[in-house]
């Protein structure tokens, strides 16, 4: 990977991903930016598990790629920067070397494969449910809930219609040592939801 790009145009997406981005993280991989860029294009992608952002912008690509990196660093260093200056960005075996004018950083890269894929969602099932439903579902499952931030996949409500009968729909929790679960009676509608 290798483009170049006015220091104001990679400010103004690194300022806004700088925000998901906690600098201190036990899953090392979300501390990092994923810079990935095309024809004409590079984006910035950052998450939290929670949510995630994509900041798009125009720069000169001169070869292709994407690479992961420490979010704060690179924004650190963009930001102290003098006005106008002229980024070029390339990947250099494991590490990516950032240089402007006289200045020159090499920084270390994680592996793009580690880094995390939010999907999108796929319209096509949608119901409704009454809110003294929903908030049963949660108050009788959100204590099992787990709070570790290694085991992020336990870290939610799984909410599903459970096989054969298909006549209710059931929330489940766990954290690994407990496990919680309620239903309620299939709202009208969510006999084709997926589990999510």
Same mark, same amino acid.
């Given at each position: 990977?290798?483009f170049?790009?006015?220091?104001?145009?990679?400010?103004?997406?690194?300022?806004?991903?700088?925000?998901? *981005?906690e600098?201190?993280? /036990?899953?090392?991989?979300l @501390?990092?930016?994923?810079? !990935?860029? =095309?024809?004409?294009?590079?984006? #910035?992608?950052?998450?939290?598990m929670?949510?995630?952002?994509?900041?798009?912008? +125009?720069?000169v690509?001169?070869?292709?790629? %994407?690479? $992961?990196?420490a979010?704060?660093?690179?924004?650190?260093?963009?930001?102290?920067?003098?006005d106008? +200056?002229e980024?070029?960005?390339?990947?250099?075996?494991?590490?990516?070397q950032v240089? &402007?004018g006289?200045? %020159? #950083?090499?920084?270390? $890269?994680?592996?793009?494969?580690?880094?995390? *894929?939010?999907?999108?969602? !796929? %319209?096509?099932n949608?119901? @409704?449910?009454?809110?003294?439903?929903l908030a @049963?579902?949660?108050? =009788?499952t959100?204590?099992?809930?787990?709070?570790? !931030?290694?085991?992020?996949?336990? =870290?939610g409500?799984? #909410?599903?219609?459970?096989?054969?009968?298909?006549?209710?729909?059931?929330a489940v &929790? /766990?954290?690994g040592?407990?496990? &919680?679960?309620?239903?309620?009676?299939?709202? !009208?509608?969510?006999? &084709?939801?997926?589990?999510?």
């Open positions: 990977m290798n170049t790009i006015d220091r104001n145009a990679l400010l103004k997406p690194l300022g806004h991903i700088y925000s998901v *981005v600098r201190r993280n /036990t899953i090392p991989i @501390s990092n930016v994923l810079i !990935e860029t =095309n024809s004409s294009k590079v984006s #910035f992608t950052a998450t939290d929670d949510m995630d952002i994509v900041e798009v912008t +125009a720069c690509v001169l070869n292709q790629g %994407k690479v $992961t990196l979010a704060h660093t690179l924004y650190d260093i963009v930001r102290k920067l003098p106008g +200056a980024i070029k960005i390339e990947q250099v075996d494991y590490n990516v240089s &402007a006289k200045s %020159k #950083f090499i920084l270390p $890269t994680l592996s793009v494969d580690d880094f995390p *894929v939010m999907t999108e969602i !796929e %319209k096509g949608e119901f @409704s449910i009454e809110s003294v439903d @049963s579902l949660i108050d =009788n959100k204590f099992a809930i787990s709070s570790e !931030e290694t085991r992020y996949y336990l =870290n409500i799984f #909410f599903h219609v459970p096989e054969p009968n298909k006549d209710k729909l059931r &929790a /766990t954290d040592h407990r496990l &919680a679960q309620a239903e309620i009676p299939l709202p !009208e509608g969510a006999e &084709a939801m997926p589990g999510i």
